[in-house]
C-alpha cells in the first residue's frame, strides 16, 4: 500500500512498500556515519582474526582453488566491498555471488565495473531474493563466507533462514549477520507491534535476540560483538516540513508516513525516545546538529562440523 493512501492512524510496515523504503533508505545514507565504522570494523584485529584469520586456518591447505563468498542482500556494495578487499589481501582467488532482488544491484555493478574491488575477485550476479536464488541453483554450490548485513530483515522466520544459510556453508566456514538488537538504537524505538496494521509485514521484524536464539536451539557456535553508529537526525527533529527528515524518520521507525500517520501518543512517545538518545554537537561552521546513536550487533558465527573442511 502507497503511503498517499494510507488511513489517519493507521500504521504501515516500511517493507511493505519496497519503493518508498528505497527512499528512506538514500536518506538514511546521506545522514550516517555506518559506511566509516563499518571500514574501520573491517580494519580491525578482530575482522582479521574472526574472519580472515580462521578463513586462512581453515582453508590454506586448498589456495589454489577460489575462495567463494555470497553476499545476501548486498544492496549497492558499500558495506561488502571493504570485506572483499580485506579477503582478497589474503587469498589469491575469489568468486563473490551477490544475491539482491533490488535495483542497488546494478549500482553495485556499476561501481565494481569503474572501479574494480581487486583484481584477484570475479563476481557473479543475481537479481533475486534469497528463495529465489535457492529456487533457482539450489543448495549444491557451497561458500567458505557468508555475508547478511542488515539483510535479514527480509528473510522472515530467523529459524527458516538460519538452516538455509547452514546448509549452504563449507565445513569450517563462517557466516557474518549483522542485524540490529533489540534493545538499543533503532531495535528499541517504542513502536508496538498491535500498532502496525499491515499483517503481511508485522511480525517479519528481526533482532538479534530471535537470531541468536534460533543458533542456541540449532547448537550453532557464534561471537558476537558491538560496534556503534551515528545519524544526523536533525531535520525531522527541527523541522516538520523537511521532507528529507520525513523520509529518515520513516526509515528509523520502520513505518511508512510515520509523523502523519501515527496517533498523538506514539508520536509523542517515539520523539521523546530519539531526544534521549541524541545528543548535540558543534559542527565546523557553528551550527548545531543533533546526533542519534545506534548499536548493532556484528553476530560472528562459526560453523562447527566434524568433517573436513573441503
Known sequence: MMASNMSENKLFNLLSDMKHYHKTYAAYCSKT????????????????????????????????????????????????????????????????????????????????GRNPVADNITFEWYKQTFDEYLACHGSEKKYHFISVVHAVYFLGDPDVF???????????????????????????????????????????????????????????EYTQSIYKETTDITDFMTNDDSEE????????????????????????????????????????????KISYKHTSDVAILFVTRRDRAK
Open 33 to 112: 556515519n555506518k559506511w566509516q565504522e563499518w571500514q574501520k570494523w573491517t580494519e580491525s584485529a578482530e575482522f582479521e582474526s574472526n574472519v580472515v584469520a580462521n578463513l586462512s586456518k581453515n582453508f590454506s591447505g586448498n589456495m589454489d582453488q577460489p575462495i567463494r563468498v555470497l553476499g545476501i542482500g548486498s544492496g549497492d556494495g558499500i558495506l561488502e566491498m571493504h570485506q572483499l578487499r580485506k579477503l582478497a589481501a589474503k587469498f589469491p582467488k575469489i568468486s563473490a555471488s551477490v544475491v539482491e532482488p533490488s535495483e542497488l544491484i546494478t549500482k553495485y555493478k556499476d561501481t565494481v
Open 162 to 220: 538460519i538452516k538455509k544459510m547452514y546448509k549452504l556453508l563449507e565445513p569450517g566456514g563462517i557466516l557474518l549477520v549483522i542485524l540490529l538488537t533489540d534493545h538499543t538504537g533503532s531495535g528499541s524505538i517504542p513502536l508496538h507491534q498491535s500498532e502496525l496494521k499491515d499483517d503481511k509485514t508485522t511480525n517479519n521484524y528481526v533482532n538479534s535476540s530471535q537470531v541468536k536464539a534460533t543458533l542456541e536451539k540449532l547448537q550453532i
Open 245 to 288: 527528515g520525513e523520509l529518515l524518520l520513516d526509515f528509523l521507525t520502520s513505518t511508512i508516513n510515520f509523523r502523519k500517520s501515527a496517533p498523538y501518543d506514539v508520536r509523542a512517545r517515539v520523539m521523546r525516545h530519539f531526544q534521549q538518545g541524541s545528543h548535540i554537537e558543534k559542527t565546523d561552521d557553528g551550527d548545531e
